[in-house]
């Protein structure tokens, strides 16, 4: 959260890729630092700078997306955000499977006589070189180029975008700014406080996180294993909703430019209400095993991890990847980058909220009662869409106020 927070203003004061090359830096630190922790506390401030590294991308890459894609692709490449995350989880996921399979577990010892899991961190370092890389070679926004009265730099990224109309593109950017001076922190302020299109992004962030998807990434294997899967059955399981993740988000990218972002958001919605409320119901309904975990039915397990993947599906193309389309493109060119700070700040805040709170619920009210919360949450966000958001498919993000 404070990595999101923080990487609005940085990046409109030093531009989007160098604030990709700041993250990716932080990235590499974190993974060096974490592979050879002295004590658990020096751990710990290894994987916060990390947090703060996975914050500030998650900022960064919308941002840029929405600002360098022409309009009529621009939910297809915004929807590459959620794809490069769900295929990161999934070759994550596949690493510390193969990695840990090799030495016998994770704490075994595997080449150069190091533990297995040191080489889990150590992998992220190759995945923080490949980011620092490209975002060394990728140009820099044309929108932040016109802010800060670049303008001949930002014709030259235009025209390698959109062609012949660079010219006049330069000059709805400019008008669309709508000052002279540079964008400023201050200006998501309005007479009452934040700017009611800021207060839609959060909301949009936060029920994003609030319909549970995390609690299936985070926990995924030890739910299975408690209702009595076998651990090498859950990791699997876990496998195949990342590969299904993977899919639908291909699916998202094929048509939130043809049927626009509001229906596949409330498809999803819908979906997700059904979904969940089936888990709740069969985890709700089941007898209780010695260790008070339920312990459903073999058609009921199979019924429920039917469930658990259409759940996924209903997410992954629609809230997973759209949310992060609508906060690319829905801000001014003015508010655009501290906009979505707050926005994907406030999504790390929900999303800690509901990773942290999943244990004690699933403990004390049972994992029925747990995910007909989820549930309840995706029906509020069914009335959210409907109430305040509003189309931007095909839409220039100079007409966006």
Do not use: C
């Amino acid at each position: 959260a404070a990595g999101a927070l923080a990487a609005g203003p940085i990046a409109d004061r030093v531009g989007r890729p160098r604030s990709m090359f700041i993250a990716a830096v932080l990235f590499f630190i974190s993974a060096v630092g974490s592979t050879f922790p002295i004590t658990v506390y020096d751990f710990i401030v290894w994987r916060m700078i990390g947090g703060v590294a996975v914050g500030a991308a998650s900022v960064i890459a919308p941002a840029y997306i929405a600002e360098i894609s022409p309009a009529h692709i621009r939910g297809r490449l915004g929807s590459m955000q959620q794809l490069a995350i769900v295929t990161g989880i999934f070759v994550a996921l596949l690493s510390n499977y193969a990695i840990a399979k090799a030495a016998g577990g994770a704490s075994g010892i595997w080449l150069f006589n190091l533990e297995a899991w040191r080489w889990m961190f150590f992998m992220e370092t190759f995945a923080a070189i490949a980011y620092g890389i490209g975002a060394l070679l990728i140009p820099e926004s044309p929108r932040y180029l016109v802010a800060k009265h670049r303008y001949e730099e930002a014709k030259v990224v235009l025209a390698s975008v959109i062609g012949e109309d660079a010219e006049q593109k330069v000059a709805d950017i400019r008008a669309s700014l709508q000052s002279e001076t540079p964008p400023r922190v201050s200006d998501v302020f309005g007479r009452f406080g934040l700017l009611p299109i800021v207060w839609i992004g959060i909301g949009l962030s936060v029920l994003q996180q609030f319909v549970g998807i995390n609690v299936i990434f985070y926990y995924s294997s030890l739910l299975w294993q408690s209702v009595g899967f076998s651990e090498e059955s859950a990791l699997w399981v876990t496998v195949i909703t990342g590969a299904v993740n993977i899919g639908t988000t291909l699916l998202a990218i094929a048509t939130v430019d043809r049927f626009g972002r509001k229906p596949l958001l409330l498809i999803g919605s819908i979906g997700m209400v059904l979904s969940l409320g089936l888990m709740a119901y069969i985890f709700g309904t089941s007898p209780l095993s010695e260790t008070g975990s339920p312990d459903p039915s073999i058609a009921g397990k199979r019924v429920a991890l039917v469930a658990a993947n259409l759940y996924v599906l209903f997410f992954g193309f629609s809230w997973g990847p759209v949310v992060w389309v609508l906060l690319g493109e829905m801000f001014s060119n003015r508010i655009r980058a501290t906009a979505l700070a707050l926005a994907a700040g406030m999504q790390w805040v929900a999303n800690f909220i509901v990773s942290t709170t999943f244990p004690p619920m699933a403990k004390n009210w049972g994992l029925g009662l747990s995910y007909l919360t989820y549930a309840l949450a995706a029906a509020v966000s069914i009335a959210f869409v409907i109430a305040f958001v509003r189309e931007t498919k095909g839409r220039e993000l100079e007409s966006m106020q």
